[in-house]
């Protein structure tokens, strides 16, 4: 069945559905990661966007149990070809499969090179994935003008808390969308884990008495979580140890003083130079945001700039003065490297007290 990709700009590329067919608007994105397609599809940073995958050929090892959560949360998928044949000794099911159950509309054999060229040259813009071959231009283009992502990290929160049993610290993990492998890489450092819903309280945190806390990524405007926020300010007054990832770093920024902005085109793969101000060393790492803390905004007092992304000099750490609290803006749990910032969890442990 043909499908057609419309951007807001009037663009429109045609090529075949995969998935669901239904008919969808959202903010179109790209990511430039060579594998790992199925932690693209079920991370949850990735509500309220359809992801184009600038790789070329997608789904060539079906779908294993690698999964970052319990669903696929991009409202589409945009690939130039999907794999027919998947080979894998763990292969459960076919992509195609995958995106039909979890009810997720695609379109195949689409230019994404020309796609992604016109995302990085206007920017990131909303769009439309269709099957409908006659569609109305006038009617279809204010809808995707109006579009907006809204409030996410509601939508991709668990609904209530519960723990992973561990021996040693324990670490309270604010669910903003997080990905499996953050409260995994906890674990696996012993540590009890304890993932609280969004907008928790600060006061019920700070009274279950954690050895520290971890802000998880998550989708969406940073700005938009002023109740979030407000929270997390309460929990920056504490002495309690803070690691915070991704959108949990935008929003400690936020608590504190700082402003962010959204970057052109964002930066999402699992390439991406990062640089640790502290030893000079550079490490590759995997990244998914849209928005970007502007540590120019930051009082020096506060805070301090403690990585920078290499290719483009924005932020993508902060480590805060007189506090236990380091940010990251990338994905240390998410093995680009593949083990190249797992020392980030080991200084996380150290603030704890170490190893119990």
Known sequence: M?????????????????????????????????TG???VLTDPSYAGQAVVMTYPLIGNYGITPDMESKKAWPDGYIVRELSRMPSNF??????????????????ADVDTRALTKILREKGTMNGMITTNENYNMEEILPKLKSYKVGDVVSKVTCSEKYVLEGNGKKVALLDLGAKNNIANSLNNCGCEVTVYPAHTTAEEIISANPDGIMLSNGPGDPADCISIIEEIKKLYHTDIPIFAICLGHQLMALA???????????????????????????????????????????????????????????NEGLEYK???????????????????SDYLFERFMDMMGGVK
Do not use: W
């Open 2 to 34: 043909k499908a057609f990709l419309i951007l807001e700009d009037g663009t429109v590329f045609t090529g075949k559905s995969i998935g669901s067919k239904k008919e969808m608007i959202s903010e179109i994105v790209f990511n430039t990661s060579m």
């Open 256 to 314: 504190s003083g700082a402003a962010t902005h959204k970057l052109k085109y964002g930066h999402r793969g699992g390439n991406h130079p990062v640089k640790d101000l502290r030893t000079g060393r550079v490490y590759i790492s995997s990244q998914n945001h849209g928005y970007v803390v502007d540590d120019k905004s930051m009082d020096s007092n506060t805070a301090v700039p403690a990585f920078v992304n290499v290719n483009d000099g924005t």
């Open 90 to 107: 763990r292969c459960e099911k076919t992509i195609q499969d995958f995106l039909e159950e979890q009810d997720v509309p695609g379109i």
């Open 37 to 39: 397609y199925l932690e």
């Open 322 to 340: 007189g506090k236990q609290i380091f940010t990251v803006q990338f994905h240390p749990e998410a093995c680009p490297g593949p083990k190249d």
